[in-house]
């Protein structure tokens, strides 16, 4: 790009979407100003800003502009990148199915706890209720044919389902979903009551833990729990232990998904696990495994390989062109501007992410001789300094050169060892003879 004289360049970046958009307006270092205009629409008045040249400043959206959208520049010369598109955080939505007896406003039960510990986080929402595709299925209770055939099926589509056991005659559940046989877990002999004493905190479930900080969960009491047969014990992994060497939390691998449990309940009849400050992190770090539940930026450079979330197949460019994407494949993006990628399937939704410029373009300020030196460019002294050029010179014509130069230097060498010859001679000829006494 060829620069007039007195040029300016500067460039905007969206920095955030959601409720507080922020943008860097970077100025260009050989800029001749440093009086710019940022509009950000949405009906907003347009904002004044002075950025010196070669450095960078950062604006807050006025109050009211949130959401996704463009912010635009004017007031320098060079438009390439004058808009910079924003998008708000992707939040999916967590989906969290529930089976059991009791209901949300038994405040004895499971899923009154559940509902009021799972709140919505800053990566995801969370909704609690009946759902074809929950990231996290709850069971808890006696269950039925019918239910333990919909758990399978969950785990079999690679799902995450935790099962507390309530009491030991529902246990039969367990024994069929892991292919364990015997009569069933029984009831567990506790004095006054049982505490967690061996924990796996390179467990994905219990890692969040693992700091020594907040490794301690020996003020969580247990009054009841199941002891399960050795044979149901010997196929999954154990993640934690009470004092007595029952297993408290096991992890069985069946189908696709992962089959949690836990041989007692958070009800209060079992345990104080509900009022626990460990207890809210402990299930939301077996929710957050689902895949779907997986962080995704909303912004992106052209060219950076965009990440998409299972059942995307088409993306919507911002000149509403649509490009089918192949299943498991990422997307490399070419424009700048809103995209919006389309989820098919059982999660029917869209997500948008913003594509912009990268904010280095902007610098268009031409490098020095120095500058290129350092970048390890061969540059010609003469050349540099008087802009002339020498002629070319073709590789006969060099070689011709070449060989004139060693006939001169073979003649030279010639001439100086005759004239040393003769000068040898010459002295010899005239040295006076001995006299005899």
Known sequence: MELPEGWTNAGVQALAGGDHPRARITNAEGSAKSDFILDWGQGSAPQPVSVPPGESAVMEAPEGVKGGGVVKLSGDGPAFDNESAWAP?????????YI????????????????????PTAAYEVSIGETAVPDLTVASGPLGDAEVASIRAVLDAGGNVLLTLADAAGSGA????????????????????????????????????????????????????????????GKGAVLARYDSGEPAWLRYGIGKGALHVLTTTWRPADSQLALSTKFPPLLHALLSQSPALAVRAARYTIGQPVPLPDGVVEVTLPDGAKVTVEAGRTFLPTVPGLHVAAITGRRSSSETFAVQI??????????????????????????????????????????????????????????????TLWAARRSASQTPAPVSA
Not at 89 to 97: D, F, K, M
Not at 204 to 231: M, N, Q, T
Not at 373 to 386: C, F, I, M, N, Y
């Open 89 to 97: 955080p992707i939040r999916p939505t967590a989906r969290i199915r």
């Open 100 to 119: 059991g007896a009791d209901a949300a406003t038994d405040s004895t039960g499971s899923l009154f706890f559940l509902t009021r510990v799972m709140q």
């Open 174 to 233: 367990l024994g069929g979903l892991v292919g364990g046989g015997g009569s069933g877990a029984d009831e567990a002999a506790v004095g006054n009551f049982a505490l967690l004493g061996e924990i796996d905190f390179g467990s994905s479930v219990f890692a969040p833990f693992a700091d020594p900080r907040y490794s301690d969960f020996s003020g969580i009491r247990f009054w009841k729990h199941r002891v399960l047969p050795e044979e149901w014990i």
């Open 358 to 419: 990268d904010p280095a373009e902007t610098e268009v300020t031409p490098l020095s001789d120095a500058d290129l030196k350092s970048l390890g460019l061969p540059l010609d002294a003469a050349v540099t300094s008087s802009g002339a050029s020498a002629p070319d010179v073709s590789d006969a014509e060099q070689e011709s050169r070449q060989r004139v130069g060693w006939w001169l230097l073979v003649a030279a060498a010639a001439a100086f060892l005759v004239e």
